[in-house]
């Protein structure tokens, strides 16, 4: 019983893990993203250059 206990926590950490990076990725592209777009609202107010 130990031995499935163990492999069963062991399971749902590498997923865990596998879902944070998942998460980091979409939120490393997402921040991006976010830039582009603030980017793209100062040029379009004029706010570049200052």
């Known amino acids: 019983m130990a ?4 492999a069963s926590v062991r399971s749902v950490i590498k997923e865990l893990k596998k ?3 998942l998460k980091a ?3 490393a592209s997402l921040k991006d ?3 582009r777009h ?3 609202h100062e040029l379009l ?3 570049y250059g200052r």
């Open 45 to 47: 107010r004029g706010d």
């Open 38 to 40: 603030a980017r793209a």
């Open 25 to 27: 990725s979409e939120l």
């Open 19 to 21: 879902n944070i990076d």
């Open 3 to 6: 031995v499935n206990l163990r």
């Open 33 to 35: 993203e976010l830039k």
